[in-house]
């Protein structure tokens, strides 16, 4: 019996992979995005897969992408976090005159 590809999960797979570099190379929330973009994809896959178990194959590939997506929601959510910290003791050190005299 010949199975189809799965339709999405090739591309859950490459939105979770992209989602999970992105932060370090780029900016974090370009992998918020490519998270949700990589579950809404795994759903649709795993939606189809549980319908038809039988017709397509590559529902490993849907299954890695969802857990990349999610990774890469987190990784997102806790660079954000710290480019919050970050610029938030940038503001407080220049508004407190540096380091001050402490006199």
Same mark, same amino acid.
């Given at each position: 019996?010949?199975? !189809? %590809? +799965? %339709? =999405?999960?090739?591309?859950?797979? &490459?939105?979770?992979?992209?989602? $999970?570099? &992105?932060?370090? $190379? ?5 992998? *918020? ?5 990589? *579950? ?5 896959? !795993?939606?189809?897969? +549980?319908?038809? %178990?039988? $017709? ?6 849907? /299954?890695?992408? /969802? ?10 959510? $806790?660079?954000?976090?710290? &480019?919050? +910290? ?13 380091? =001050?005299?402490?006199?």
């Amino acid at each position: 019996m010949n199975q !189809e %590809p +799965l %339709p =999405g999960a090739s591309t859950a797979l &490459t939105m979770g992979i992209i989602g $999970v570099i &992105t932060p370090f $190379v780029c900016c974090g929330p370009f992998a *918020l995005i490519f998270g949700i973009i990589g *579950l809404n994809n795994a759903k649709k896959a !795993e939606q189809l897969h +549980l319908a038809n %178990p039988g $017709v397509y194959s590559g529902y490993d590939n849907a /299954k890695t992408g /969802k857990t990349l997506s999610y990774i890469s929601i987190g990784l997102s959510i $806790v660079m954000l976090l710290f &480019t919050i +910290l970050y610029f938030g003791a940038i503001i407080a050190f220049f508004t407190t005159d540096g380091f =001050g005299s402490g006199l």
